[in-house]
């Protein structure tokens, strides 16, 4: 869905415009709504391009249909849901943390952080070092480790075993697992970090640069979640990006794959 609309945001502006042009993007699946990102990003880029995202219920007709388009049109709303017979508009509110803040790490477990090598993978691979030194981290990455990277891990206080995987490949994941879960015991927690850009207009954006963003964000999500279905988790955490809210020039597929998320 992603590249599709990304061909056609693509044509529209090929087509040079002269004046605004109306894009509504009518879904059904609450995961679809992730596609805003896009359309937020697409009308940073050109600001002729006004975007909308509108989530209906399954059951709507296409009278009903037709004319909550056309109410829509001159909203100015971003992103919409019709649920219930009620009209919602997506806003950011303040979260007002009432639960008390959970270890990420215990002394005896083991966790996996996948782009641990990386920036935010190493920041949380530090913390739940302080926290568990007793702890096993297995940090996960596409490639081998610099000497800078390795010196970086070899000062964590965590027993701590790094691996070369890529979290797309489904496979190579699930023999991962059943590695860690086998040579170092059940698997407690995962942090899934692993993130990938490439920065460039949406006109010229191609399908293998948007495939290569969504790879780590949204298949590796997915399936970290099938090859750890069956270990005794306390948390599995994903991390999205304020792209995906407000959308970022240049960032129209990794601003769709944080939405997404």
């Given at each position: 869905h992603a590249q599709e609309l990304r061909e056609h945001l693509q044509a529209v502006l090929q087509a040079k415009p002269s004046g605004p042009v109306l894009i509504q993007v009518v879904v059904q699946d609450k995961t679809l709504a992730g596609l805003s990102g896009m359309l937020k990003s697409a009308s940073q880029e050109n600001p002729k391009l006004q975007g909308q995202l509108i989530q209906v219920p399954a059951d709507i007709d296409a009278q009903a249909l037709t004319a909550l388009?056309?109410?829509?049109?001159?909203?100015?709303?971003?992103?919409v849901r019709y649920r219930n017979g009620q009209r919602e508009v997506r806003r950011l509110q303040p979260l007002q943390a009432t639960a008390t803040p959970m270890a990420l790490a215990k002394q005896g477990g083991v966790y996996l952080i996948t782009g641990g090598a990386g920036g935010l993978g190493l920041i949380f691979a530090r913390a739940m070092a302080e926290q568990a030194p007793e702890a096993t981290l297995i940090l996960t990455g596409r490639r081998e480790l610099s000497a800078k990277q390795q010196t970086?891990?070899?000062?964590?206080?965590?027993?701590?075993h790094y691996r070369a995987v890529d979290v797309s490949d489904q496979a190579a994941l699930q023999r991962l697992v059943a590695e860690v879960a086998g040579s170092h015991g059940p698997i407690k927690g995962v942090i899934h970090s692993a993130g990938v850009l490439r920065d460039s207009f949406l006109l010229k954006k191609s399908a293998q640069e948007l495939q290569?963003?969504?790879?780590?964000?949204?298949?590796?999500?997915?399936?970290?979640?099938?090859?750890?279905?069956?270990?005794?988790?306390?948390?599995?955490?994903?991390?999205?990006?304020?792209?995906?809210?407000?959308?970022?020039?240049?960032?129209?597929?990794?601003?769709?794959?944080?939405?997404?998320?």
């Open positions: 388009l056309q109410t829509e049109a001159t909203s100015g709303a971003a992103q970086e891990l070899s000062r964590l206080k965590a027993q701590v290569e963003v969504f790879s780590p964000k949204v298949t590796g999500l997915v399936n970290l979640d099938r090859a750890t279905q069956d270990q005794p988790l306390d948390y599995l955490i994903a991390f999205s990006s304020t792209a995906g809210e407000f959308g970022n020039i240049g960032q129209a597929d990794y601003a769709a794959a944080n939405d997404l998320l």
